[in-house]
Each structure stands twice: as C-alpha cells, then as structure tokens.
C-alpha cells in the first residue's frame, strides 16, 4: 500500500503545475498590459530617481568616443603632413626620384615615347603639376621618356610614299614636333609604280639630333601624265603666280606694253601646244602680259600701295587679305636660265623691298633651261631666284 502512494506522489505535483500553468493562461490580456504597465511606471519612476546619475553616465561615454575617435584619427593621420611637390620635368629619372624622396613622396612611373631627339630617360610631364600641396608620402605620377621612335634616318627608297606617310602619321600622332617630317616630293618619269620612292635626302643612317624634313624623289609612273590647261586670258600677274604653284605646266611669259583697251597687268594672249586643252605634264604653255608703262615715283610719295597695306609689308598684307594697289609697283618678267633637270624641281622668287622684310613672290615646279617669271614689286625692290633652296640669281628692280 506505501509503494502505491509513493507513485502516485508525482502525479500529484504535475497536476499542481498544470492547473497552476492554466490559471495563469486564464488571465485576461487586458489586464496582463495593464500590469506591463503598472511595472513600466515604476521603471521610469526609478529612472527619474536616478536622473542626475544618468545624465552624467551618458555625458562620460560621449566624451569617452569623442577621445578614442579624436585618437584613432590622429594616428591614422600621424606623419602625413603637407608639402609642395617639386618641378622635375626635364630631370633625369634618378635625380627626379631623389628629390620626391626628399619630400617624402613617391614616383608612378609611366614610359611614353618621345617627340624630341635626346630626350630618352627624362621626364616629359608629372602629375600632380608643380606647386601642388599634397600629404607626405601621396604618389606623384612621372612620364619618362623611351626616346624617339625612330633615332636615325631608315631606307626608304623603294617604298610606296603614302603607305610611308601613313607610317608616320601613326608613330607621331599628337606630337607637337614629330623628328620626322615629309617635304613636297619630287615627281619624276619612272618605271616604278606611282608613289614609289626613287631617291632620298637626307640619306640612310643620318642621326636624328633635331627635326628633319625628309626630301623624296617619286616616281610618276612610266608615262606623263595628263593635265588640263586652264584658260589664263584676262588673269593678272598674282592670280598666274598662285596658278604656277598648283599646275604642273611650263609657263614662257612674255610682255609688250598695254595698248587700247587691253587691261595692264593682264594676259591677253594664251597660246596652248597644238591648241590642245589637255597635255603631259609640264608641257609648255605661252603667256602674253600687257604690262603698264614704268611710272616714276619719288622716294619720299607713299604709293597707293603702300596706303591700301596699312603699314604692313607685302607678306603681312598678303596673309591679311588686304587689296592692294600694285598700279605704281614696277611690273615685269624675270629671264634667265638655269640648269635642266631630269624632273620638276622647286623654284622660288622671293622680294626683298627697301623697306620691311623679305617675303615670298612665287613658288613652283620647273624641269630646267630657260625660265620667265612675271612680277609686280615696289620701286628699288631686289628679287632673289632660288632652286631646290639654294640662291642662283639676284636682280635689282629700277
């Protein structure tokens, strides 16, 4: 009988529980709030006991984070104090290195070619520029220079002339002074196909120590070819020169005084080979000038000329557009004759005027022998003949 009771103890307990636990789910949620509540305002009620405490408590742990960020800042930022970055463009790169060392900054290095001969291993360009204030121990990007493409004039005879061109274009391109340019090429009856490089100056293996314009003698193909000749009757004596510098023709000028209605200063009479309109390249083309008689001028009488150029020298007024009155210049043809040529080479007339500088009259193309050239100068001018850039003649104006 006493074990019986002593097992049925347990159940006795867990049922006490049971009904404890259903009382308890048995309370109205309303008044477990209102009893949520009631323990709330006791809380705050303490709180507001304490007040002056917390209030204190919360002003030390601020104060507390300020001093620690205040800490964390500053030793982050321990030792990175302002500088001037230094100008080490045109410096070698190890001496560039050591002044920015001395800074306290350091080099991002960047390998460009160059645009100038004798510039290898130096610093073209830095960034930040000169002047800048930056933190110790920033970087300071330098350009340095590999040097020229090209440190030597190459072989380029044989090659096409716009293939090489190209070339060119490609290696130097955005470079304010490319080591390598092309002059005006030559044109020359050849075998070779049209743009082949037959000749060079200057020749292979030159060293490139500055800019060089490159001269080329090309080929034309085996046969002439073709030019249509423009009709030049009533041009004056500017408006022929401009043509000579773009027409591969031959010009022979001859003059004689105007006379009736004929304009001075102008061609009246064009006389073609054959009365052709179209023939090989520098073929010979006749043109007579009506030439105004010579007006004597003194040396003190300003010119309408010279009143139309506003102070300027031929050249500025040319470049300027200005019209100018050339009725009192001393019109004429230059004649004379210079060696022959197995193609066109270049031919330039310049001016030299008593006052002002020296410009460019005419400039042109001409295989050689006998050459006329129309001019309209001032009074006392002198002109100078040169070909392929080397002075054969001067010839005062009267």
């Given at each position: 009988?006493?074990?019986?009771?002593?097992?049925?103890?347990?159940?006795?307990?867990?049922?006490?529980?049971?009904?404890?636990?259903?009382?308890?789910?048995?309370?109205?949620?309303?008044?477990?709030?209102?009893?949520?509540?009631?323990?709330?305002?006791?809380?705050?009620?303490?709180?507001?006991?304490?007040?002056?405490?917390?209030?204190?408590?919360?002003?030390?742990?601020?104060?507390?984070?300020?001093?620690?960020?205040?800490?964390?800042?500053?030793?982050?930022?321990?030792?990175?104090?302002?500088?001037?970055?230094?100008?080490?463009?045109?410096?070698?790169?190890?001496?560039?290195?050591?002044?920015?060392?001395?800074?306290?900054?350091?080099?991002?290095?960047?390998?460009?070619?160059?645009?100038?001969?004798?510039?290898?291993?130096?610093?073209?360009?830095?960034?930040?520029?000169?002047?800048?204030?930056?933190?110790?121990?920033?970087?300071?990007?330098?350009?340095?220079?590999?040097?020229?493409?090209?440190?030597?004039?190459?072989?380029?005879?044989?090659?096409?002339?716009?293939?090489?061109?190209?070339?060119?274009?490609?290696?130097?391109?955005?470079?304010?002074?490319?080591?390598?340019?092309?002059?005006?090429?030559?044109?020359?009856?050849?075998e070779a196909p049209v743009g082949t490089i037959l000749e060079q100056d200057p020749p292979e293996g030159t060293p490139i120590s500055q800019p060089i314009e490159l001269k080329f003698i090309v080929s034309s193909g085996p046969t002439k070819q073709m030019v249509k000749i423009p009709d030049f009757t009533g041009k004056t004596v500017?408006?022929?020169?401009?043509?000579?510098?773009?027409?591969?023709?031959?010009?022979?000028?001859?003059?004689?005084?105007?006379?009736?209605?004929?304009?001075?200063?102008?061609?009246?009479?064009?006389?073609?080979?054959?009365?052709?309109?179209?023939?090989?390249?520098?073929?010979?083309?006749?043109?007579?000038?009506?030439?105004?008689?010579?007006?004597?001028?003194?040396?003190?009488?300003?010119?309408?000329?010279?009143?139309?150029?506003?102070?300027?020298?031929?050249?500025?007024?040319?470049?300027?557009?200005?019209?100018?009155?050339?009725?009192?210049?001393?019109?004429?043809?230059?004649?004379?004759?210079?060696?022959?040529?197995?193609?066109?080479?270049?031919?330039?007339?310049?001016?030299?005027?008593?006052?002002?500088?020296?410009?460019?009259?005419?400039?042109?193309?001409?295989?050689?022998?006998?050459?006329?050239?129309?001019?309209?100068?001032?009074?006392?001018?002198?002109?100078?003949?040169?070909?392929?850039?080397?002075?054969?003649?001067?010839?005062?104006?009267?």
């Amino acid at each position: 009988m006493a074990k019986k009771l002593l097992k049925s103890e347990p159940k006795n307990e867990d049922k006490t529980k049971n009904e404890e636990k259903s009382k308890k789910d048995k309370v109205p949620f309303l008044q477990r709030l209102k009893n949520f509540g009631v323990s709330y305002k006791a809380g705050l009620t303490a709180m507001q006991n304490c007040g002056a405490a917390f209030v204190w408590y919360s002003i030390s742990l601020f104060v507390i984070m300020a001093v620690a960020a205040l800490a964390v800042f500053l030793g982050i930022n321990k030792g990175y104090e302002r500088v001037l970055v230094p100008d080490v463009v045109g410096m070698n790169l190890v001496r560039a290195e050591l002044i920015l060392q001395e800074k306290e900054l350091y080099p991002r290095l960047q390998m460009r070619y160059s645009d100038v001969p004798g510039q290898a291993g130096q610093i073209i360009s830095q960034s930040p520029k000169k002047g800048s204030v930056v933190k110790a121990e920033s970087r300071v990007t330098l350009v340095v220079s590999r040097g020229v493409v090209f440190d030597h004039v190459g072989n380029y005879v044989g090659t096409n002339l716009d293939a090489f061109k190209e070339t060119l274009d490609a290696l130097y391109a955005g470079a304010e002074i490319p080591s390598l340019t092309i002059a005006n090429p030559i044109f020359k009856q050849d075998e070779a196909p049209v743009g082949t490089i037959l000749e060079q100056d200057p020749p292979e293996g030159t060293p490139i120590s500055q800019p060089i314009e490159l001269k080329f003698i090309v080929s034309s193909g085996p046969t002439k070819q073709m030019v249509k000749i423009p009709d030049f009757t009533g041009k004056t004596v500017t408006e022929v020169l401009s043509a000579m510098s773009t027409t591969k023709l031959t010009f022979d000028f001859t003059q004689h005084i105007a006379s009736g209605s004929e304009v001075p200063g102008t061609v009246v009479k064009q006389v073609n080979p054959g009365n052709k309109t179209e023939v090989g390249e520098y073929a010979h083309i006749q043109l007579e000038f009506a030439m105004p008689a010579i007006t004597e001028v003194s040396d003190t009488e300003e010119t309408p000329a010279q009143a139309n150029q506003n102070g300027l020298n031929e050249a500025e007024a040319t470049d300027a557009s200005l019209v100018r009155d050339t009725t009192n210049y001393v019109h004429g043809v230059l004649s004379t004759r210079i060696a022959e040529y197995p193609y066109a080479v270049p031919v330039k007339l310049d001016v030299i005027p008593l006052e002002g500088s020296r410009y460019g009259l005419a400039t042109f193309n001409h295989v050689g022998g006998d050459l006329t050239i129309p001019y309209a100068a001032p009074h006392g001018s002198v002109l100078v003949l040169s070909v392929i850039d080397r002075e054969v003649e001067r010839v005062s104006i009267q």
